[in-house]
């Protein structure tokens, strides 16, 4: 049993025979926002897919809520929203939560909850399929807040939102994390990383740094995360 | 420490089939198609043959074929459009067996089958002049049934396309021979040994056997019990092959 909701030791993922995920390991605090930043294609996806236990790996460990990943016991703990919005579109927002609402075994009260969290109240009996590409990615984002997941692993949930929206949604995780879930929020801005409690920054398979924003800035002599990521990535190649 | 894991969560798989009747409703096109294009060809056929007793001898065969071909398009299609769009994935993260979800599938289509059967019988009874010796229950049954097994069939099958391209041409691979050797072309035993050999592996074969009884006997013969079973084997048999198709983790 560890306190830590995600323990990651030795993740290898290969897909069409090129290594993906090359030895991972990392853990992630209990109620905390933790995020995983990189650049597009570094394997954010693939090591969140591993944590929610739809990916197949090649070797090593990943332990989420003291279970190991994919346990059926874990089907109704986690929230996980893909990067693409998984979403029936040829169904209202409403409908499609009502959906999944009932999949979860969840509070029928808990369609109009996370319509609210996500700002969608204007647009609940519209068809997704009929929604704009950054209410289309809320609406697909509510379904991983339905029920009262322990851990949430969202892949990209800001991108192509207005930044008062995007600012709305950071301070939706941080309630959510004060209230004892942990976040897992992945993102290829870098100006999301001061957002994080945590951060592991990703590149071509490996985690680069596992710290604080504050650790990191401290680590690397940069103010400016962006300007410390590439820090990093230098120091990396010349050694 | 796993928790317990249901085979099937009434529930779920209701919610599901719901679902996906919503689904349908919000397309209304594709529904009156479902409903009517089979009666529309049944009356189409009529005319072509403007002789009733040469469409009676031929129209209970059409009546499993139409629908068995129509839910196998549908079913292939849709089920592939949830394997593609993130859907599927997001699910098998859920608390949802997978035969919640392939039996969700299969009461919605089937419920679909039979309003679809339900009017092109009653078409083909009362205005078309078909004559049904036997009982038009039966009739019915065998004809839900042919639409269950497109159903089953066109769900299994969609696990092997990986694009709409695939799924789409599948109908003439795995339909069209089923068509071509049921014997509604040519009696199953004027066939060569081959032919007829592989018309016996044919599920359809059986369900134009059973059409056929039907219509022309009152008995409920051995035969008929027989096909009966075969056919309803086949859909369980096809339904629970998709289920496994299903997969929570994938490369």
Avoid at chain 1, 153 to 161: F, I, R
Avoid at chain 2, 73 to 90: D, N, P, Y
Avoid at chain 2, 218 to 247: H, I, K, M, Q
Wanted: a neutral charge; aromatic letters at 6%; glycine letters at 8%.
């Amino acid at each position: 049993m560890t306190n830590s909701a995600v323990l990651v030791r030795g993740l290898r993922v290969v897909r069409g025979g090129r290594p993906v995920l090359r030895d991972i390991g990392f853990e992630v605090p209990r109620g905390s926002v933790t995020g995983l930043l990189g650049p597009s294609g570094c394997g954010k996806t693939t090591l969140m897919r591993a944590i929610v236990g739809v990916q197949i790996v090649e070797s090593g460990q990943v332990d989420v809520l003291g279970l190991p990943a994919g346990d059926p016991a874990l089907r109704h703990r986690i929230g996980y929203s893909t990067q693409n919005p998984a979403i029936y579109a040829d169904l209202t927002v409403t409908e499609a939560l009502r959906y999944f609402a009932s999949v979860l075994k969840a509070p029928s009260s808990d369609v109009g909850r996370v319509i609210t969290e996500v700002d969608l109240q204007a647009q609940a009996n519209q068809l997704v399929g009929s929604l704009s590409g950054g209410q289309r990615g809320r609406a697909s984002l509510a379904v991983a807040l339905l029920g009262s997941p322990e851990l949430l692993v969202l892949d990209e949930p800001t991108v192509g939102l207005d930044p008062v929206l995007r600012d709305d949604l950071w301070a939706l995780f941080h309630r959510i994390a004060k209230a004892g879930t942990t976040l897992l929020v992945s993102s290829h801005v870098m100006d999301e990383a001061a957002r994080c409690d945590r951060l592991l920054l990703m590149r071509e398979g490996i985690i680069l740094a596992d710290d604080t924003p504050g650790g990191l800035r401290a680590r690397t002599e940069k103010d400016d995360l962006e300007q410390a990521f590439l820090h990093l990535v230098r120091t990396e190649a010349a050694a | 420490m796993t928790a317990s894991n249901p085979v099937i969560t009434p529930s779920i798989t209701l919610a599901t089939a719901k679902r996906i009747l919503t689904q349908l409703r919000h397309d209304p096109r594709t529904i009156v198609m479902l409903l009517l294009v089979p009666s529309l060809l049944m009356t189409l056929l009529r005319f072509v043959f403007n002789n009733e007793l040469l469409f009676s001898r031929i129209a209970p065969a059409l009546l499993g074929v139409f629908p068995f071909v129509i839910m196998f398009l549908i079913a292939s299609v849709t089920t592939l459009r949830e394997r593609t769009t993130a859907t599927l994935e997001r699910l098998m993260t859920m608390p949802i067996a997978k035969l919640d979800l392939i039996l969700g599938y299969a009461i919605a289509f089937g419920t679909i089958a039979v309003l679809q059967v339900g009017i092109a019988t009653g078409v083909s009874l009362l205005w078309l002049g078909l004559d049904v010796v036997g009982s038009v229950w039966t009739l019915l049954l065998i004809a839900v049934l042919d639409a269950l097994l497109g159903m089953a069939l066109g769900l299994l099958v969609s696990a092997f396309a990986t694009s709409e391209f695939q799924a789409i041409q599948f109908m003439p691979l795995f339909v069209l021979p089923q068509f071509l050797l049921c014997g509604l072309l040519q009696p199953r035993d004027q066939m060569g040994w081959l032919l007829n050999w592989l018309s016996d592996l044919m599920p359809l074969s059986y369900a134009v056997e059973a059409l056929t009884q039907v219509t022309r006997s009152a008995e409920f013969t051995g035969t008929l019990a027989r096909d009966l079973l075969v056919v309803t084997g086949c859909v369980l048999v096809a339904l629970v092959l998709g289920a496994a198709t299903l997969r929570r983790r994938t490369p």
